[in-house]
Nanobody, 113 residues
């Protein structure tokens, strides 16, 4: 069973930045594609960013140029650096290991003035 613990969310003003972290059990971070997802109230969960085990990344159009995904294999952690945050980035953010249907508790990001 994969255990995922997201952290780093909070309240931030538009234009601000946050860095989210996701600590995973085992060796999933180094061996599998990892993804960051988000779910806003009343909306479906959507993929925000994805990183392969080889380090290739892919981003949703809505966050390209503003969000950067990275990982630290030694710490078994993936990160999502979010900059130039917008109201529409408000959501609960989750990480996930591709191919495994396990989710952490998520971390709330609220962009508000």
């Amino acid at each position: 069973q994969v255990q995922l613990v997201e952290s780093g969310g909070g309240l931030v003003q538009p234009g601000g930045s946050l860095r989210l972290s996701c600590a995973a059990s085992g060796s999933y971070v180094s061996m599998y594609t990892m993804g960051w997802y988000r779910q806003a109230p009343g909306k479906q969960r959507e993929l925000v960013a994805r990183m392969t085990s080889g380090g290739s990344t892919d981003y949703a159009d809505s966050v390209k140029g503003r969000f950067t995904m990275s990982r630290d294999n030694a710490k078994k952690t993936v990160y999502l650096q979010m900059s130039s945050l917008k109201f529409e980035d408000t959501a609960v953010y989750y990480c996930k290991v591709d191919g495994f249907d396990y989710w952490g508790q998520g971390t709330q990001v609220t962009v508000s003035s």
